[in-house]
């Protein structure tokens, strides 16, 4: 198993059964190895640098439906509620205050954020922060709404691909929704000139190794600039309420 680790950490990837292989029968002492490398890398390439973001939730409403989230559409038991303007002033400023001038801004698909609406908040937000590095992760919007955020001044946008993989997109995602557009709107930020980044979730309900594996290679072939992976848990009232969680372990 080191000798796996060693080529990843030498060539940056594995043929994909060596992958699966890695990551199937790994046991601890394999995977100490592999942070050891993978800290060695991070070194490297990035010395000790941490870039810290104030994470802004600005609305939880969401037009869509998809059976793993909390904020889906037909969730009737969640409270929605969506920032103004003022709202997402002050929690910049409460994050400026603390040495911190990257903003995320991040929300369910909500209609209400049209471009005229998400323009008006971008332009307050340059003009009172003109340092200050905006992230988006507001889901699908067409190429001229991102276009135009990223003449007002946006910096980067997160755009979570969910799955690579079309049959398990299907059994988790709704009908409205497709893989091949999640990875044409990656595309499309990237061309825009965005620090564009997509993620996923380990431990996802019908996710096997394979699809773990696609889901890398996305993100490798696609360079992301910031890479969101997290355990899947299992939330209250949806489909998949029910479901085991992902492995924290794996997840790292
Ligand atoms: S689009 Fe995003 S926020 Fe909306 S239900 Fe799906 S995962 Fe949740």
């Given at each position: 198993m080191t000798e796996l680790v060693d080529q990843l950490?030498?060539?940056?990837?594995?043929?994909?059964?060596?992958?699966?292989?890695?990551?199937?029968?790994?046991?601890?002492?394999?995977?100490?190895?592999?942070?050891?490398?993978?800290?060695a890398t991070r070194q490297q390439v990035k010395k000790d640098v941490l870039q810290i973001w104030g994470r802004i939730p600005i609305s939880n409403y969401c037009k869509n439906n998809c059976k793993m989230c909390g904020m889906r559409r037909d969730n009737q038991f969640v409270k929605r509620y969506r920032m103004d303007t003022q709202g997402i002033i002050e929690c910049c400023e409460y994050f400026a205050g603390n040495g911190v001038q990257t903003f995320l801004l991040e929300s369910g698909e909500d209609v209400y954020f049209t471009e005229a609406y998400m323009s008006e908040v971008l332009t307050e937000l340059k003009r009172h922060f003109p340092k200050g590095q905006i992230?988006?992760?507001?889901?699908?919007?067409?190429?001229?709404?991102?276009?135009?955020?990223?003449?007002?001044?946006?910096?980067?946008?997160?755009?979570?691909?969910?799955?690579?993989?079309?049959?398990?997109?299907?059994?988790?995602?709704?009908?409205?929704?497709?893989?091949?557009?999640?990875?044409?709107?990656?595309?499309q930020l990237k061309e825009l000139g965005y620090h564009a980044g997509s993620g996923f979730l380990v431990g996802m309900p019908y996710q096997t190794i394979e699809h773990v594996l696609e889901d890398m290679w996305l993100l490798k072939d696609f360079e992301a600039s910031i890479v969101d992976v997290g355990a899947y848990i299992p939330t209250p009232r949806t489909p998949l309420e029910n479901q085991r969680s992902g492995n924290g372990e794996m997840t790292l």
């Open positions: 950490a030498v060539s940056g990837n594995l043929a994909g059964e060596a992958f699966g292989e890695l990551l199937r029968y790994r046991n601890g002492e394999t995977m100490e190895y592999l942070f050891e490398q993978a800290r992230i988006l992760s507001l889901g699908e919007k067409n190429q001229d709404f991102y276009r135009k955020m990223k003449r007002i001044g946006a910096y980067g946008a997160l755009l979570h691909h969910g799955t690579a993989n079309p049959m398990h997109f299907k059994k988790i995602f709704p009908a409205n929704m497709s893989p091949l557009l999640k990875k044409q709107g990656l595309w």
